[in-house]
């Protein structure tokens, strides 16, 4: 990873040809244009490679890889992107979520007031269509380890990192399920502190069917980081968890 100010955007790739044109149409509308986008093709099955490829051609800031051996998930994805990236700030974008236009512009600017690592900002729900829903999802200023456990305030696009202040070893993601929560938790616990932007930047579209829509799975995939990632006793588990559900109810009504 080199020390420049471009940021490096990496965006895994799993049947969304739905959605990449905008997606890329998105990037290249941001206000802040010093910036590379990295897809990484999870081996899709409908048109992704093919429109990829088509915009990789139309603009060198674009850079496209195809993910060997097979579909390996999200997580994989990002580290592979992760490991090609050029710039010194690292943004994760999701296929089917919206920036708004001065979403790095700002977060650039806020991360360097602070003089901070790791920020993220708040962000809406959208419905299938991306279109915002009115609710707003609202972050903390500062988020440590231990709040952090007790509520999953980070969405994934909305995150940027400066890798000169964290080393790149925290920012692959660990092949797990919930990968993005169980990366911010082994970035804080390391004693960095998240600051959170408080101001809608992203629309996180929310398909009918989406994983994050079965509320079950989502409580065990939570369960299982604190036990298994973060070896948490069953009784500060407990804890931390009823305090996540709770904030997690609230967010969502």
């Known amino acids: 990873m080199t020390a420049n100010e471009k940021v490096s955007i990496v965006v895994p790739v799993y049947n969304a040809a739905a959605y990449l044109e905008k997606t890329v149409e998105m990037v290249r509308s941001q206000t802040f244009s010093d910036w590379e986008l990295i897809l990484v093709n999870d081996h899709s099955a409908d048109d992704s490679q093919k429109i990829l490829d088509r915009m990789a051609a139309q603009d060198a800031r674009i850079r496209v890889f195809l993910q060997k051996e097979g579909v390996k998930g999200a997580a994989n994805a990002r580290n592979l992107g992760t490991s090609r990236m050029t710039g010194r700030y690292l943004a994760f974008l999701d296929a089917d979520d919206v920036w708004m236009p001065e979403k790095l512009a700002k977060q650039l600017a806020f991360m360097k007031q602070e003089d901070a690592a790791f920020v993220f900002s708040a962000y809406e729900f959208g419905d299938e269509n991306a279109v915002g829903t009115g609710k707003i999802v609202e972050v903390p ?44 938790w082994q970035i804080l616990r390391e004693g960095y502190t998240a600051r959170g932007l408080n101001e809608n930047l992203a629309i996180y579209r929310r398909p009918k069917k989406s994983l994050s829509s079965n509320k079950f799975k989502a409580m065990t995939r939570i369960w299982n980081l604190y036990r298994k990632q973060e070896k948490l006793s069953v009784i500060s588990s407990a804890w931390y968890f009823c305090f996540w559900a709770l904030r997690a109810t609230l967010r969502r009504i």
Do not use: C, G, H, N
């Open 141 to 184: 200023d500062r988020l440590s380890y231990r709040k952090a456990l007790s509520r999953t305030v980070i969405f994934t696009s909305t995150v940027l990192f400066d890798t000169q202040k964290i080393p790149a070893k925290l920012l692959y993601m660990p092949d797990v399920a919930s990968e993005d929560t169980a990366t911010w």
